[in-house]
């Protein structure tokens, strides 16, 4: 293969280790070179203590042509032996748990799916940036009960000596509560544990379960007439030296049966900044959204300034709301983050409260929109945005039913084209729900430092990277301020016959813009990804 490759790690377990009993991955792959086509090739490595690689041969493609803004999935399809009475999971094949490098003579943009289909717990992750000192920014164990979500960790070594070795290191807090007021009691300041993982080979990856970390047991001991809320935290994984490198995904909730699970990168530490874009935030709009903020500097407090910008779309509860910042304990709008630690801001309107919440929200319910997150002290920060969908159930007990999360774009990272690998959308109408089985919401935020309106246009293409005339479309966005494009609106895909469309899009702007993009499944988990500045 000539020219230069281009390599993406994506530690991705087709099969946690914990919890899931079933599970497929496929990887989705979008040329980003607008002019020429690029060839890929995806590598799959098995994960520590499983059983050597024997894939069958349709899953084994190694080369794969891509048409400028074309996507195309590497899809595991293994059939069942014969000879097995069968179990589940086993129509999806044997391969159980891997990581991938994905390699290209072009940029391309990556994307992991996998589905649980039992429950119908759902992640979807990009491809993840390697360095020898990773920030994963959210942390928890045993968290919000009944849901108990507990974090797992899966990092991947690209490096090609025999043993790469990780200082993975957790700073948190555990949350206890009253039983009868349902008050919080103020977080109990862990001191931070330690443990050393180790690595074999080039590309070889492996988990950590918080659930697994009996470091943790003294810090959980619940104090007279209280109960147990949970910890949360963050992580920071060290390689012994500069030149070795290691990369991060986190996963929430794959310990227990449930639909809600959500999937994260770890950040390079060097990639912490004074200013993040959050293209979608949810007060209450179909879910509620909550931002951690990690402070890694361990002498010095951060202070950070949440700002919130109404939706321009109708049928909300603060269309066009001018800007409002988040306000802090002390009535402030400026939020401290103190050394080695992390602070978590709810969306959550009123006077609802939340365990490890920091500072109030200051929009009503039924709101959504987008976020600048600033940072006025301290020399920049990590931050995450969680998003989750919480129903009432049995008993009156409040159950997650659907869990994402994505990445805050920094300024450094918005781009006048930006790729969006996955699209998806199935108009079949399920018996109950007010909105088509699959949907993509895709959000898009004028981020430019010259404050000047953008105008951008977006185009749809199928697998076969045909342009769909149809569901191109044009708008004009204030600065600050996102449009959604939903394909349960868009001509050429929404009137389309019932069953699953798959595509990608292009999103073209004459400014900065930062793109997430969230897929909505009925009666199964929500995934939400960044968009990939393609410029």
């Known amino acids: 293969m000539a020219g230069p490759v281009q390599r993406h790690a994506g530690a991705q377990p087709a099969q946690p280790q914990v919890g899931w009993v079933d599970g497929r991955t ?73 990581a991938v490098i994905v390699n290209s003579i072009r940029r391309v943009a990556t994307l992991n ?17 390697v360095a020898p000192e990773i920030v994963v920014p959210l942390m928890t164990r045993s968290f919000s009960r009944p849901a108990d979500m507990t974090s797992i960790v899966s990092i991947q070594s690209t490096e090609t000596n025999p043993m790469t070795t990780v200082e993975a290191t957790v700073y948190s807090k555990t949350y206890f ?42 810090f959980e001991r619940t104090p007279p007439n209280r109960v147990l809320v949970g910890t949360v935290g963050w992580m920071r994984l060290r390689t012994p030296n500069a030149a070795t490198r290691v990369g991060a995904e986190a996963f929430s909730n794959l310990r ?23 293209p979608l935030f949810r007060g209450l709009f179909d879910g509620i959204t909550g931002l951690s903020i990690v402070n890694p500097d361990a002498t010095r407090t951060a202070r950070v300034r949440l700002t919130y910008f109404g939706s321009d779309l109708p049928g909300h509860g603060c269309p066009g709301q001018a800007p409002t910042t988040h306000i802090a304990p002390d009535g402030s709008d400026t939020i401290p983050v103190p050394p080695n630690e992390n602070v978590v801001l709810y ?102 430092p010259a404050n000047r309106p953008a105008n951008v246009q977006i185009t749809f293409l199928d697998l076969g990277g045909n342009r769909i005339d149809a569901a191109a479309s044009a708008r ?17 895909i929404s009137d389309r016959a019932p069953g699953l469309f798959e595509g990608s899009a292009v999103i073209e702007s004459d400014v900065p813009v930062a793109v997430v993009v969230s897929i909505a499944t009925v009666q199964a988990d929500s995934v939400t990804y960044n968009g990939f500045g393609a410029e």
């Open 347 to 448: 969306q959550l309107p009123g006077n609802a409260v939340a365990p490890a919440n920091v500072g109030r929200f200051p929009l009503p319910a039924n709101c959504f929109g987008s976020a600048m997150l600033e940072v006025t002290e301290g020399d920049g920060v990590v931050a995450m945005m969680h998003d989750v969908r919480v129903e009432r159930g049995p008993g009156g007990v409040n159950v997650v039913r659907s869990a994402s999360g994505y990445m805050p774009v920094r300024q450094e990272d918005a781009a006048r084209r930006t790729a969006v690998p996955v699209v998806r959308h199935d108009s079949t109408r399920v018996p109950g729900a007010r909105v088509p089985r699959v949907a993509t919401g895709i959000q898009v935020m004028n981020v430019d």
């Open 113 to 129: 799916h996998t589905v649980e289909p039992f429950t119908g717990a759902a992640v979807m992750y990009t491809n993840v940036d």
């Open 476 to 492: 004009v966005v204030g600065w600050r301020r996102a449009h959604t494009w939903w394909t349960g609106a868009v001509p050429g």
């Open 177 to 218: 509560q009253e039983p009868i007021s349902g008050q919080y009691d103020p977080p109990r300041l862990n001191a931070p544990v330690s443990r050393t993982l180790s690595a074999v080979n080039t590309g070889g990856s492996w988990m950590t379960d918080l659930s697994t970390w009996d470091e943790f047991t003294p």
């Open 256 to 278: 227990s049966i449930n639909t809600a699970v959500s999937g994260y990168a770890g950040v390079p530490v060097g990639l912490k900044t004074m200013r993040y874009y959050l």
């Open 26 to 98: 496929d990887v989705w792959v979008q040329n980003l070179d607008p002019n020429q086509p690029a060839t890929v090739r995806v590598d799959y490595y098995p994960m520590a203590g499983v059983p050597p690689l024997t894939a069958p041969e349709e899953m084994l493609q190694p080369v794969m042509l891509l048409w400028p803004g074309q996507s195309s999935v590497f899809r595991y399809r293994s059939p069942r032996p014969p000879t097995d009475p069968g179990t589940p999971g086993l129509p999806f094949g044997e391969l159980g748990q891997y």
